[in-house]
């Protein structure tokens, strides 16, 4: 099996209803498995989610979990989960899909390198950056 890099995203409570939004995004298979599963007797967290994985028709992974109470979430601008490709109909539903109810910071249209490009945030606070390349004249 070859290596491979994942984005593993944190949430506060609410990795199951992200992870139900990015499968409806992107589609695919994925798996939640919660606190409990893992024996937990902490009823604050048994019902959470310990690990959740989607893996696309496309072969991408994304990962991701709730994080334990207590545990802050600190958003930033030092990670952003970056879509790449020549694809430009699959990349463009992804884009509607993921600003839909988020931020746009750049909208998605031709930059000066040439390609599409556009960053946003989605309602889950997560940062994404889409870039279409252009096919060669």
Known sequence: ??????????????????MGFYHRVFGGEFALTTFAKFGTTDPAIADQIMHGR????TGHVLMASDLPPG?????????TVCLSGDDA?????????????????VPLE????????????????????????QQPA
């Open 1 to 18: 099996m070859t290596s491979q890099l994942n984005p593993y995203l944190n949430f506060a409570g609410n990795t199951r209803e992200a």
């Open 71 to 79: 545990t802050e979430i600190r958003r930033g601008n030092a990670n």
């Open 89 to 105: 109909d699959e990349l463009r539903r992804w884009w509607a899909q993921l600003a839909e109810g988020g931020v746009v910071h």
């Open 110 to 133: 031709r930059q000066m390198w040439g390609d599409e490009f556009g960053q946003c945030e989605d309602r889950f606070g997560t940062p994404w950056m889409v870039n279409i390349a």
């Open 54 to 57: 989607l893996r696309t028709p």
